[in-house]
């Protein structure tokens, strides 16, 4: 088993926004979580991407429990383990996109050259290559979500998580960008995680849990 979740439970000021989440991912598969708005699935997401840590349960990684990690080890892991594309863009406005989807690659040890290279083969994939010398707020909506997604997979994470990814994508664009996350994953042998209100964009996925006020009800 690649990812198990096991009884993870969160409360934010008494209120219990997770209320006992169990499931587990295989290696290489992709896994779309759904459910209304504010039902619990950022909150999720983040203490899978170890940006969070529950109060209760366990996320295991490859065998390795994530859930009592320090700080430190939590950012070296992130770094070196996760993808995360974020519902909100946090491209960098002083930096070009290019510098911004290095960012990752500067933060842990890596080998600049070689991640620049698989930025820029990314980039002409998601026909983007032309916004990489430009600055987040020179190019559209759209070419920002897929920088973002470029950042993401910049160092080919194990797993790939991806909150409301097509959150504001017209539905040709939307079965586009999903179905290369699903290829990009694919390829690096990556286990994909999507977070999505859409019913149309999860049947495209392997395994599907919904989500209601914090607990799994399919
Ligand atoms: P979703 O992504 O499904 O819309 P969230 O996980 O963002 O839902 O939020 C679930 C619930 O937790 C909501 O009621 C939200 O208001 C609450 N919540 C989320 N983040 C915080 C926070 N940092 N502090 C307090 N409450 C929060
Ligand atoms: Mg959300």
Do not use: W
Request: contains cysteine.
């Amino acid at each position: 088993m690649f990812l198990e979740v096991k009884d993870v439970k969160k409360n934010y000021a008494k209120t219990d926004v997770l209320k006992g989440i169990s499931f587990s991912v295989d290696k290489g598969q992709n896994l779309a979580i759904v459910g209304t708005s504010g039902s619990g699935k950022s909150t999720l997401l983040y203490i899978l991407g170890a940006l969070e840590q529950a109060e209760h349960g366990k996320v295991v990684l490859e065998g390795v429990d994530i859930s009592n990690f320090s700080d430190d080890e939590l950012a070296l892991f992130r770094n070196q383990f996760i993808g995360f594309v974020f519902q909100f863009h946090f491209l960098l406005p002083s930096m070009n996109c290019l510098d911004n989807t290095l960012l990752p690659a500067k933060i842990g040890k890596h080998n600049i050259k070689e991640v620049k290279a698989r930025i820029i083969k990314y980039a002409i994939i998601l026909d983007v290559e032309h916004c990489l010398k430009k600055y987040p707020f020179e190019i559209s909506g759209g070419e920002q979500q897929r920088i973002n997604i470029i950042r993401a997979i910049s160092l080919n994470p194990k797993l790939l998580l991806c909150d409301e990814p097509t959150g504001n994508l017209d539905s040709v664009n939307t079965q586009k960008v999903i179905k290369l996350l699903q290829d990009l994953a694919r390829e690096i042998n990556s286990t994909l995680i999507v977070v999505t209100h859409d019913g149309n964009v999860s049947d495209a996925f392997d395994q599907k849990i919904t989500i209601e006020d914090g607990q799994i009800i399919s």
